[in-house]
């Protein structure tokens, strides 16, 4: 069986941060990933200086191709299919057969995002159609913009939303959740309510143009920020042991609750990025994620605790 000190599940920002504090550590790392970062359908990144503009895939190209200079860090395709204690740390088990042997297990697997599927809307997700007006906000600034969300979630998205453009219309999609003093707001703030069931979103390309209703209407639209829930794309962490938090209205993240260096509670079981948040997801929060989890496998490999 090989043995490492780190095993690091995913190859997404906090994969990859975790993997090369490691490597500059002087650990011995292996870093499993199955490529299915979730913002791959992204045609850019926003937001994470020294690659503005480039794309997630360049992005993680460059990344891996660093990682190579540390003689102590392993990269492998594919997944991890099981993992459980043992003694001095974990089994890892990998899906294409092989068992290895970690001290330390860093759980960044990504997410997946739940949101509405309605025709049209996929076809553009991460580009015209988004989770994050950080991330993509500006690629649409001062055009027809909607938000597709419900009640108070609704509501401070198109209010936030006004921060690129003064064109934002609020759409419930039929939902009635909204009070009086919900609209007075949505009012005063300039922001247009339409509550109609929504049935498509069209467009050429990943292009959005217009939003569609059950009843045959239509309004403009070219970007369309929409309610998700970000879902664990792992079991690994409950398998383990760790705490695994539920979404409610103010965390729209089903997260590893961990503490501020990453610990999930569980001896040499740390988590990072998207799948252990509880601040709104991006690529640059996952490489900080990934970082201090690195540092403290790393503190806690040197240290013996």
């Known amino acids: 069986m090989s043995r490492f000190e780190s095993v690091v599940l995913g190859g997404g920002a906090a994969g990859l941060s975790a993997a090369l ?18 913002n791959l359908a992204a045609t850019t990144v926003g937001g994470l200086p020294g690659h503005e503009g480039g794309t997630p895939a360049e992005y993680y190209a460059t990344a891996r191709a660093e990682l ?6 392993e990269l492998r395709d594919g997944e991890i299919a099981a993992a459980r204690r043992a003694e ?17 297990l860093i759980l960044a697997p990504g997410v997946d995002y739940d949101y509405p599927r ?46 690129w453009s003064d064109r934002i219309t609020l759409l419930t999609n039929g939902d009635d959740s909204l009070t009086d003093d919900h609209r007075k707001i ?51 962490a409950r398998d383990l042991g760790a705490t695994v938090l539920e979404p409610d209205e103010h965390l729209s993240v089903e997260a590893i609750q961990v503490d501020r260096m990453g610990a999930t509670g569980m001896p040499g079981l740390f988590a990072a990025g998207d799948a252990a948040t ?24 040197n240290t013996g605790r």
């Open 68 to 73: 190579t200079a540390f003689p102590t860090v």
């Open 118 to 163: 309605l025709p049209g809307l996929e076809d553009r997700w991460g580009n015209a159609v988004f989770h994050c007006p950080f991330c993509h906000g500006w690629e649409v600034r001062d055009r027809p913009l909607a938000v597709l969300a419900a009640g108070e979630v609704g509501v401070h998205g198109a209010l936030n939303l006004r921060g």
């Open 186 to 236: 949505l009012a005063d703030g300039g922001v247009t309510l339409d509550e109609r069931p929504v049935a498509k979103v069209t467009g050429t390309g990943p292009q959005l143009q217009a939003v569609h209703f059950a009843d045959g209407g239509e309004i403009p639209a070219e970007g369309l920020l929409v309610k998700s829930i970000l879902r664990q794309r792992s079991t690994l």
């Open 88 to 104: 001095d740390g974990f089994t890892v088990v990998l899906a294409d057969g092989p068992e290895v042997h970690a001290r330390t």
């Open 21 to 38: 504090t490691l490597g500059r550590g002087r650990r011995e790392v292996l870093m499993v990933d199955n490529g299915r970062q979730s």
């Open 278 to 301: 509880s601040v709104p997801p991006s690529l640059s929060s996952a490489l900080a994620s990934g970082y201090l989890v690195g540092a403290a496998a790393v503190v806690g490999l």
